[in-house]
């Protein structure tokens, strides 16, 4: 991409004066200083990517680096996509670009390092068994990652589509405040255009209909992804979760006839032991059933997202039963022994939720 190239060949554009912290380009030697040579002890996690390392500059400043596992073109092109994507982008709820190599076939991208590491840790990783996040952190944290994908779709020019919002790319500073992160996925919407057709990349469970069965992506599809989001944080369950041998619910299945019935404090996580808002609660559900909608039109904008999760809904009853109605989605063995990796078949079908109980 030209951006890139230009900043490749060392022509670094010229950085607005208003920007907090200025981006730089990375040797190879210092990175390598840094993380101790990209020692194990100091891996933070591992992904289809590659992986990402902690590290530590000469004046003291803790990074995060993350380093592509093999040199392809592939891989190039999304290296390209969140350099530029990450150059273009400066906001509180976004993970800001420290800097970046690309030296022969080496790329990494440098990132500010983010004690909390990721919302999945807390939820269902190593931070799990501390029970760190109460209700007010996951309400920020909601509340921060929509306003960065607001920024994303409505502020950002032109407008960007992340195309893989799930929890472990909603990174948590020290204060638990909500950074998205990890752009190798996004796509840039030209002006003017509804939808952009392509490759369909992301994490099953999380995908919308549309973008997951013909390819068609929109910023609707972040916002379906939200919603999955908005589910996840405040019950604790994974988007998909196996009930037993070559059995998985999403978690949309799990929640639509809790959903259906008003049984909504059923949706919380137990962790919480009870201490939660309940018209909150109320709130947040409301914008997940609005978010995760089969029909992209039926969707909210993430402004729409912002504004209610802030203020609640403005003329519409919480206890609206148009409003608080889940639709399943029902994905084809394929996609089911393809999650947590790339998505290759297109195969999945909708159907309408019911007041059916669901198993516990």
Same mark, same amino acid.
């Given at each position: 991409?030209?951006?890139?190239? &230009?900043?490749?060949?060392? &022509?670094?554009?010229?950085?607005?004066?208003?920007?907090?912290?200025?981006?730089?380009?990375?040797?190879?030697?210092?990175?390598?200083?840094? $993380?101790?040579?990209?020692?194990?002890?100091?891996? %933070?996690?591992?992904?289809?990517?590659?992986?990402?390392?902690?590290?530590?500059?000469?004046?003291?400043?803790?990074?995060?680096? /993350?380093?592509?596992?093999?040199?392809? $073109? /592939?891989?190039? =092109?999304?290296?390209?996509?969140?350099?530029?994507?990450?150059?273009?982008?400066?906001?509180?709820?976004?993970?800001?670009?420290?800097?970046?190599?690309?030296?022969?076939?080496?790329?990494?991208?440098?990132?500010?390092? =983010?004690?909390?590491?990721?919302?999945?840790?807390?939820?269902?990783?190593?931070?799990?068994?501390?029970?760190? %996040?109460?209700?007010? /952190? &996951?309400?920020?944290?909601?509340?921060?990652?929509?306003?960065?994908?607001?920024?994303?779709?409505?502020?950002?020019?032109?407008?960007?589509?992340?195309?893989?919002?799930?929890?472990?790319?909603?990174?948590?500073?020290?204060?638990?405040?909500?950074?998205?992160?990890?752009?190798?996925?996004?796509?840039?919407?030209?002006?003017?255009?509804?939808?952009?057709?392509?490759?369909?990349?992301?994490? %099953?469970?999380?995908?919308?209909?549309?973008?997951? =069965?013909?390819?068609?992506?929109?910023?609707?599809?972040?916002?379906?992804?939200?919603?999955?989001?908005?589910?996840?944080?405040?019950?604790?369950?994974?988007?998909?979760?196996? %009930?037993?041998?070559? +059995? /998985? *619910?999403?978690?949309?299945?799990?929640?639509?006839?809790?959903?259906?019935?008003?049984?909504? +404090?059923?949706? #919380?996580?137990?962790?919480?032991?009870?201490?939660?808002?309940?018209?909150?609660?109320?709130? #947040?559900?409301?914008?997940? !059933?609005?978010?995760?909608?089969? +029909?992209?039109?039926? *969707?909210?904008? =993430?402004?729409? #997202?912002?504004?209610?999760? *802030?203020?609640?809904?403005?003329?519409?009853?919480?206890?609206?039963?148009?409003?608080?109605?889940?639709? +399943?989605?029902?994905?084809?063995?394929?996609?089911?022994?393809?999650?947590?990796?790339?998505?290759? !078949?297109? $195969?999945? !079908?909708?159907?309408?939720?019911?007041?059916?109980?669901?198993?516990?």
């Amino acid at each position: 991409m030209e951006y890139l190239e &230009r900043c490749i060949c060392g &022509r670094v554009p010229r950085q607005k004066s208003s920007e907090k912290k200025e981006w730089r380009i990375f040797s190879l030697k210092e990175l390598h200083s840094a $993380t101790n040579s990209f020692n194990y002890d100091n891996k %933070l996690g591992e992904g289809g990517f590659g992986s990402v390392y902690w590290g530590q500059l000469w004046d003291g400043s803790q990074i995060a680096v /993350k380093r592509l596992k093999v040199w392809s $073109t /592939k891989a190039e =092109m999304e290296f390209s996509v969140e350099v530029e994507i990450l150059g273009r982008v400066r906001h509180k709820n976004l993970l800001s670009l420290r800097g970046y190599c690309a030296e022969g076939q080496e790329r990494l991208i440098v990132y500010d390092y =983010m004690p909390n590491l990721s919302l999945l840790s807390h939820l269902h990783g190593q931070f799990a068994p501390d029970n760190q %996040l109460d209700w007010d /952190k &996951r309400m920020n944290i909601a509340i921060g990652s929509a306003e960065g994908l607001e920024y994303l779709h409505h502020n950002a020019t032109p407008h960007i589509i992340h195309r893989d919002v799930k929890a472990s790319n909603v990174l948590l500073n020290s204060d638990f405040e909500a950074q998205v992160a990890d752009f190798g996925f996004a796509k840039l919407v030209p002006e003017g255009a509804t939808h952009v057709t392509t490759r369909v990349k992301g994490t %099953l469970g999380y995908l919308a209909p549309e973008y997951a =069965m013909w390819g068609k992506v929109s910023e609707s599809c972040d916002v379906y992804s939200f919603g999955i989001l908005l589910l996840e944080l405040i019950s604790g369950k994974k988007p998909i979760e196996k %009930l037993g041998p070559g +059995t /998985k *619910r999403t978690i949309v299945e799990w929640a639509a006839p809790l959903v259906f019935q008003g049984r909504l +404090t059923e949706l #919380v996580d137990p962790k919480l032991q009870g201490k939660f808002n309940a018209e909150e609660l109320k709130n #947040v559900v409301h914008v997940a !059933t609005m978010c995760a909608q089969n +029909t992209p039109e039926n *969707r909210p904008t =993430m402004h729409e #997202v912002v504004q209610i999760l *802030r203020k609640g809904p403005r003329g519409e009853s919480l206890e609206s039963e148009k409003k608080l109605k889940l639709d +399943t989605v029902k994905y084809g063995d394929e996609l089911l022994e393809a999650d947590d990796s790339e998505v290759k !078949t297109r $195969t999945a !079908t909708t159907t309408p939720s019911s007041g059916r109980r669901s198993a516990a």
